[in-house]
């Protein structure tokens, strides 16, 4: 994939993190699946070598529709089973969450006592927050009034998760650990928009992931450190957000990427794969900028991480070239619109704007994700999610035009989800958003072989080649990642790779009360707990796989069952007091003790498995929270 044309050699004084890292196009040239920040190494917090493990940490985001969720993470601990405090992240991080709803992206790697931990903590500091969100036209509008679930300005919050049962995380000496943290944006944040301005009430909402349930697509970056062709990896001096880059620092670590036949390579604009791209990556300059999409793999009965994808030198964007990132809205001739676009300036700025032009010609360079295959300006069409290198031209006021007629445009993996409306081949879909953003911005004129094929949102039809379409039911919910067809030769209209049925993820539900209500629960007993919606705050949903499902759509009450066993982790709070029970039978008698002493409910917290047909979660974690 041939994008910028950056120096090979990183400079101190213009580190190409620097102007990439928070930018959304950016993490889109990365990977477009889900991102976790990986960093190992170097906090080191024990009292001695065989008393310390290693524990690799990511935070990902379930899919939301923000542009931008960007604050601060002041610490970033993990607690002990004795109590013990453990900070893991080394310096004050400036993140953008709304960049990781397709790709985890490794956060840190440290090294920490030996022993059971069993909650992790972030604080965050909405102070300086950078928060756009889209308004049902689509636009991109700024957020400056934010709330907590009682009305409170934030200024700090803090956001924890408990790892009971399957998700403590357990440290021991040569065996890295791994934990995901889930900041979910769209089952903590709310956004009113019946005022002049819009208001943004957050309820906190992390989940932890220790033995990768539902693994995504990781990227890291870093420079080069060095290459080991005979054991087929090479080794990344990770350097994650704005921090300041020093060749010989390695404070957040460093990381070995294996690599194999299938690993496909883009160094200095030119494509590889297999042993040909870790050759030519030897041959580069140490410290040179790389960029890794992989997985968590197990090898030999250990974790690590296998690279899928590689790009290196002048192929990791922030060289000579602007550029844009975002989806095509509507494509005329050779001009596409791009929309919800950060634009990166060669001088290494970074500009959020609305919509871009991007001129483009048959000598415009396309590259397409996972291939080393040239492709044809001609593929661009409508809903693609697309990253484009240029010139800019134009101003934030008045608009912006990038031509890209001699630069690259590099196609990315896209996401589109709806409702199934036709089972067989091809699959159609009622489609409600194309990555994230409400269908009804996309003009599909010209995308059909005529007028009367032109792609439609409610019939939406995908060529799914060999994958498994049994089990699939209309109406149900689904997520479709793939390529949008080449424009003017629908249908098909889209071509997928993937398939996600969002009935069977696992669920989480979340419903508050404004104010506190004693009425919440209408049934409780040791083997349900039916709800009364009666009274609900701006939380009252269910997400599943990134899909928002609002419970007040339902005939019926939602109602909470235990799983076979009848286990799983139950907590009551009130005030300073904490309750927490092992079974769902001992939960809900404490609850109805509760409930006959006068005490409202001010919120629920439930993840599990939905049914739909029965409006039922059955769970294997509840919360409670009491007034």
């Not at 101190?12 to 890292?21: E, I």
Request: aromatic share 6%.
């Amino acid at each position: 994939m041939s994008i910028s044309k950056e120096q090979a050699m990183l400079s101190r004084a213009n580190p190409w993190w620097q102007s990439t890292l928070m930018s959304k196009p950016v993490l889109l040239i990365f990977f477009v699946t889900s991102m976790l920040f990986l960093i190992s190494g170097c906090s080191s917090n024990s009292s001695g070598a065989g008393e310390e493990g290693e524990v690799i940490i990511g935070l990902t985001d379930a899919e939301g529709d923000y542009a931008s969720y960007t604050v601060d993470v002041l610490s970033l601990t993990l607690t002990k089973q004795n109590g013990v405090v453990v900070e893991t992240l080394p310096l004050n991080t400036r993140i953008d969450f709304a960049q990781y709803t397709e790709l985890t992206e490794f956060l840190t790697a440290a090294t920490i006592p030996n022993g059971v931990y069993t909650k992790a903590s972030m604080v965050l500091d909405y102070s300086n927050a950078d928060i756009q969100v889209e308004d049902i036209n689509g636009d991109i509008v700024p957020v400056s009034t934010m709330l907590d679930i009682d009305g409170n300005a934030i200024e700090t919050l803090d956001v924890s998760v408990q790892l009971e049962e399957q998700d403590k995380l357990v440290i021991a000496p040569g065996i890295p650990a791994h934990l995901t943290l889930d900041f979910d944006l769209k089952a903590s944040n709310r956004v009113d928009f019946s005022g002049a301005e819009p208001v943004l009430t957050v309820a906190p909402y992390l989940l932890a992931d220790v033995e990768l349930e539902n693994p995504k697509p990781h990227r890291l970056r870093g420079p080069l450190a060095s290459v080991d062709v005979a054991n087929e990896s090479f080794e990344l001096i990770l350097r994650p957000f704005r921090h300041r880059f020093v060749e010989d620092q390695r404070r957040f670590g460093t990381l070995n990427v294996h690599v194999d036949t299938d690993t496909v390579y883009e160094v200095n604009g030119i494509s590889f794969e297999g042993n040909a791209g870790l050759l030519e990556l030897e041959a580069q300059t140490q410290f040179t900028a790389v960029i890794v999409i992989g997985d968590l793999k197990s090898i030999d009965g250990r974790r690590v991480f296998s690279a899928t994808q590689v790009y290196a030198g002048s192929s990791v964007p922030n060289g000579d070239d602007d550029v844009v990132s975002g989806h095509v809205i509507a494509r005329s001739g050779d001009t596409v619109q791009l929309k919800g676009v950060t634009l990166i300036r060669a001088d290494g700025s970074v500009v959020f704007n609305d919509t871009v032009s991007v001129e483009l010609a048959d000598t415009t360079v396309v590259k397409k994700q996972l291939s080393t295959m040239e492709h044809r300006i001609s593929e661009i069409s409508v809903g693609q999610r697309l990253i484009a290198f240029g010139t800019i031209s134009g101003d934030a006021v008045n608009g912006f035009t990038m031509d890209a007629t001699q630069g690259k445009a590099r196609m990315l993996l896209t996401t589109v989800n709806g409702a199934i409306v036709q089972t067989d081949s091809p699959l159609a879909v009622d489609v409600k958003n194309i990555g994230g953003r409400a269908v009804s911005i996309f003009d599909f004129a010209g995308t059909g072989v005529d007028a009367a094929n032109d792609a439609q949102a409610d019939f939406y039809e995908v060529f799914t080649d060999t994958l498994d379409l049994s089990g699939l039911v209309v109406n149900e919910p689904i997520k479709v990642r793939g390529f949008v067809h080449e424009f003017g030769m629908a249908p098909e209209d889209f071509d997928a790779q993937s398939l996600v049925l969002v009935a069977n993820a696992s669920a989480r539900m979340l419903v508050n009360w404004d104010p506190a209500s004693s009425t919440a629960i209408s049934d409780i007993g040791a083997t349900r707990i039916t709800l009364d919606l009666t009274g609900e705050g701006r939380f009252h949903h269910v997400i599943r796989a990134g899909v928002l499902t609002d419970l007040n759509g339902f005939a019926t009450s939602p109602v909470l069952t235990p799983n076979d066993s009848g286990k799983g982790v139950f907590v009551i709070m009130q005030q300073q007091s904490v309750q927490v029970f092992r079974t769902f039978s001992l939960f809900s008698e404490a609850l109805a003790r509760h409930l006959d002493n006068a005490a409202n409910i001010k919120s629920i917290r439930a993840k599990g498995h939905f049914n739909d047909d029965n409006v039922s979660l059955t769970v294997r974690g509840v919360r409670v929270v009491l007034r």
